[in-house]
């Protein structure tokens, strides 16, 4: 039986619009650097400190500037170029958030509903920090706490952990947070790659939906991944077929 669902938030939970791609796309783009799509698919589920530092080396940042003033590869200016970047990439989400808010994708608020209504744990994981995921949440109006009056259980965010997906570490913290033992008990869905990575990698039940960018066959390539076509789908799913 299912104690425990951990959800990714942005594309799986809530329809952002695509501000959180674009948003890191364009300010990791502002250092003069190239982003692929298949790189930035791949860390978008990701710690977005992280992810902006990947997607630097990725482009082939080292250390100079968006006028091609290159100094070599200089570990301290390209982490003074990660923080830059992330406070940019926080700016640029924050303008597009207020020109056109997040919302949830249909059916999920009454499926996270529906899975507290059976005695089931429901948290949220995400790859921002907290001081993104806080006012996010605020604006959709969805609290934590026990009882139908709030919305969740607990939300985990990458600064509480060692490290963000595909690293177990906030699965592991939901369960902390909610009182779950046994990880087999755990069913964690997302729409990337690193959200199932980080669900196999936890021991829990990986589900990949698609909201997010993935295709179905994307999604299915990898490993003891459940497929579904939302979160809404969730408590419909038939866990011992899983």
Known sequence: MIQLAAFDIAGTTVDDHGHVYRALEDAVRENGVDVRPED???????????AIRALLRLGGYAGGDASGDARGI???????????TFERF??????????????PFAGVVEA???LRGRGIKVALTTGFSADVAAPLLETLGWTVGEGAAHTLDA???TSEVAAGR?????????????????????LAAGDTV?????????????????????????????????????????????????
């Open 40 to 50: 930035l698919q791949t860390w978008m589920g990701a710690d977005k400190v992280e």
């Open 74 to 84: 200089d570990a301290l200016a390209i982490e003074n170029t990660v923080a830059t």
């Open 90 to 103: 926080r700016a640029l989400l924050a303008e597009r958030y207020a020109a056109e808010p997040p919302s």
């Open 112 to 114: 996270l509903a529906e």
């Open 155 to 157: 939300v985990v965010t």
């Open 166 to 186: 595909p690293a177990p570490y906030m699965i592991h913290r939901a369960m902390e947070k909610t009182g779950v033992f046994d990880v087999r008990s755990v």
């Open 194 to 242: 690193v959200d199932v990575q980080a669900a196999r990698n936890a021991g829990a039940i990986a589900v990949g939906v698609l909201t997010g960018k993935l295709t179905r066959e994307e999604l299915e390539s990898q490993p003891g991944v459940v497929v579904l076509d939302s979160v809404a789908d969730v408590p419909a799913l038939d866990i011992t077929q899983a």
